[in-house]
């Protein structure tokens, strides 16, 4: 069974930083794709970083700069290293996992590609005040 769960939130102060991790489960991770998205309330869900199973790595533009993504394969554990947190960092971030049916998954999406499988954690809520 393929499970994924988020800890690190929190609350912070503008110009903070924060660790995301998440850990995963169940299944081989080392073939996967590995993401971080985020919703804030009334906004849509938005991709914020993925790491392929060779090490690209994908970040939005709001992010690129300010966020890294990386994993911890004896650990299977993902981690969100944020950093000069804005108020508009706000929201629930969510970890979630890509599966290739027959591959590895070598180049991250930030968006949900509906022909794979795709796990989500439970979130971890992320507070920046200002």
């Known amino acids: 069974q393929v499970q994924l769960v988020e800890s690190g939130g929190g609350s912070v102060q503008a110009g903070g930083s924060l660790r995301l991790s998440c850990a995963v489960s169940g299944y081989n991770n080392r073939r996967a794709c590995l993401n971080w998205f985020r919703q804030a309330p009334g906004k849509e869900r938005e991709g914020v970083a993925g790491i392929g199973s060779n090490g690209n790595t994908a970040y939005a533009d709001s992010v690129r700069g300010r966020f890294t993504i990386s994993q911890d394969n004896a650990k299977n554990t993902l981690y969100l290293q944020m950093n000069s947190l804005k108020p508009e960092d706000t929201a629930m971030y969510f970890c979630?996992?890509?599966?290739?049916?027959?591959?590895?998954?070598?180049?991250?999406?930030?968006?949900?590609?509906?022909?794979?499988?795709?796990?989500w954690g439970q979130g971890t809520q992320v507070t920046v005040s200002s």
């Open positions: 979630a996992t890509e599966l290739i049916a027959d591959g590895s998954c070598f180049f991250p999406s930030l968006v949900s590609r509906p022909y794979n499988r795709w796990y």
